[in-house]
C-alpha cells in the first residue's frame, strides 16, 4: 500500500510511520510528504529519510477547491492508495473528504468524540477528564467525528498543564498510529457502509495492546 503523509509543522508523528513503515515486514511504503505550510520543519526531516517531500503552500491559491485539485493531483502523481494526516492543520472540502473515504485517515489527540477541534488538551484539563488519549479515525467531511480504527488511553493527572499532558498523549500517539496503519495496511481494518469492519486478527491485536498507558513519571 503506498502512503502519502499529510503535515503541517514538525512531524514526529510521521517520523514514527517513516521509522515503521522501514521495517521490511510492514506492509505499506511511504511515497510521499507532503505539507501546506513551506516553513514545516518536518519537509526536512522526511528529506532527510530519503522521502519524497514537498510543499504545496495554500496561500498561493484563491480558493479551497484550487488547492484541493493541486493536492489531488500530487497524490494521483505518488499513485497514492491512502492518506494518513500527521498534525495537518488544514480543513478539506468535503468532495475532497468523500472521495477519499476510506482511504484517509487522521490522529486526533482526544479520546473522541470527546474534545474535538483545537486546544483539544486543555479543553480536556478544562473539563476535568481524568483519562484522556488518542484516536486514529477515518476522514469524513464533519471535523474529527469519522469512524474509530484505534484508540490508547492516558491519565490525566492533577497538576497537568496543556503541554505535559500532549506529551504524554504524544508518546502514545507514536505507538497507535504506526499500529493502526499497519492493521489498514494489512486489509485487517476497512470502512465498509461508514463503519470499520475488522478482521479477527485486527481484534486480537486491539486486545494485545494496553488500552492504558502508565502515568509519565
Ligand atoms: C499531534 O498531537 C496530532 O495528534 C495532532 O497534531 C499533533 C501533530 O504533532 N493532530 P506532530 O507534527 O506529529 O509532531
Known sequence: MKIAILISGRGSNME???????????????VTVISNRPDASGLQTAARAGIPAKAIDHKAFDSRAAFDAALE????????????????????TDEFAARWEGRMVNIHPSL???????????????????????TVHYIIPALDSGPIISQAAVPVLAD???DTLSARILEAEHVLYPAAVKMIASGDVKLEDGKVVRSQNAKRADTECPPLFSPAP
Do not use: N
Open 73 to 92: 493531483q500530487a497524490l494521483e502523481e505518488a499513485d497514492v492508495d491512502l492518506v494518513c494526516h500527521a498534525g495537518f492543520m488544514r480543513i478539506l
Open 16 to 30: 514514527r510511520l517513516i521509522e515503521a513503515a522501514a521495517a521490511p515486514d510492514y506492509p505499506a511504503e511511504i
Open 160 to 162: 497537568d498543564t496543556a
Open 112 to 134: 473522541l468524540p470527546s474534545f474535538k477541534g483545537i486546544r483539544v488538551q486543555q479543553q480536556a484539563i478544562d473539563a476535568g477528564a481524568t483519562i484522556s488519549g488518542c
